[in-house]
C-alpha cells in the first residue's frame, strides 16, 4: 500500500505538481476505486487543474462546486469576500458581478444572514456552477454585468463586489497552462490594459449604489492605482487594501454625497 501511495506521489512530482503528497491524498479520497483514481491521476498528470477533476474547490473554508472550463476561485480572492463582509449586515442587498462559480456569494452567504444576494455572470457554464453553491438562498443571472440585475435594486445596492478579469489580453499567453488551456477566457481576459471590465464597473456602479454603497473590485497590486482612479473618475471614494499572505489586492469605493 505503501508503495503505491509512493508512486503515486512520484508520478504526480513528475507532472510538475508542486504539492503532489497532497494532491495524491486528495485524489484517493475522491475516488470510488482503483479504476476511477487511475483515470483521476492520469487526468491530472495530462494537465488538469485539480480542482476541475476533484470537481471542487477550497474557498474562505467552503468547498464550492466546479468544474471543467470554468474558473478556479483563487485564494488571494478570500481578501476580496472579506473585505466585502465587512461592509455587508443582515438586510443588505450586495451584488457580485463576474460572480463565476460565485465562491464569493457563497462566502458571505455562509457569514452573514439574511442578505439580499444577487449574482450575474456572461458564461452559462459558470452560473450553472454558481446556482448550485448559492442554491434558495440568492438570485443567479445571466448576462454582461449589470444588463440582467432586476430594476428594483438599481440606487439600492449597499455592497457591489466583483473579481472581474484584469490580465491584459496579450498577457494570457504566459498565464500558466492550467488557466491558459482550462479556464474559459471570458474570465481571465481584462482587454488591452487589463482594465477594460474595471472601467465599465466603475462607471456603471454609482446608479445602482445605494448612498453610502460600496464597491470593492479585486486588482493587481500594479494595476490598483489605476483602479481606484476609476473609481474616483466614477464619483466615489477610493482606497486600496493590500494583504501580503494571502497576495490579493482590492479596491474599494464608495458612493457618498448630500443624501449618504
Known amino acids: 500500500m505503501a508503495s503505491e501511495r509512493d508512486d503515486l506521489v512520484a508520478r504526480l512530482r513528475a507532472a510538475g505538481c508542486v504539492f503532489a503528497e497532497d494532491e495524491a491524498r486528495m485524489l484517493r479520497e475522491a475516488a470510488q476505486g482503483g479504476r476511477e483514481l487511475e483515470q483521476m491521476v492520469a487526468e491530472r498528470v495530462a494537465g488538469l487543474p485539480l480542482e476541475h477533476i476533484l470537481g471542487w474547490a477550497e474557498f474562505c473554508g467552503l468547498r464550492v462546486a466546479v468544474g471543467p472550463g470554468v474558473f478556479v476561485p483563487r485564494r488571494r480572492t478570500e481578501l476580496l469576500a472579506n473585505e466585502a463582509a465587512t461592509h455587508a449586515a443582515p438586510g443588505s ?3 457580485e458581478l463576474c460572480c463565476g462559480v460565485a465562491a464569493i456569494s457563497a462566502a458571505l452567504l455562509a457569514r452573514i444572514e439574511g442578505i439580499e444576494l444577487y449574482a450575474a455572470d456572461i458564461d452559462p457554464e459558470a452560473t450553472r456552477f454558481a446556482r448550485a453553491n448559492v442554491g434558495e438562498r440568492g438570485v443567479v443571472l445571466d448576462g454582461d454585468l449589470f444588463a440582467p440585475l432586476p430594476e428594483s435594486i438599481r440606487g439600492r445596492v449597499d455592497v457591489l463586489v466583483a473579481n472581474a478579469p484584469y490580465v491584459p489580453t496579450e498577457a494570457i499567453a504566459f498565464m500558466p497552462p ?5 479556464e474559459a477566457r471570458v474570465a481571465l481576459d481584462g482587454g488591452g490594459d487589463g482594465l477594460e471590465l474595471h472601467r465599465r464597473i466603475a462607471a456603471g456602479a454609482p446608479e445602482w449604489l445605494a448612498p453610502g454603497g460600496w464597491l470593492l473590485i479585486e486588482s493587481s497590486e500594479q494595476q490598483a492605482p489605476r483602479t481606484a482612479a476609476l473609481f474616483e473618475r466614477a464619483g466615489l471614494l477610493s482606497r486600496v487594501v493590500r494583504d ?9 469605493g464608495q458612493r457618498v454625497g448630500l443624501d449618504s
Request: charge should be negative; charged fraction near 30%.
Open 93 to 95: 442587498v450586495v451584488v
Open 244 to 252: 501580503e499572505e494571502l497576495d490579493g489586492t482590492v479596491v474599494i
Open 178 to 182: 492550467e488557466a491558459r488551456l482550462h
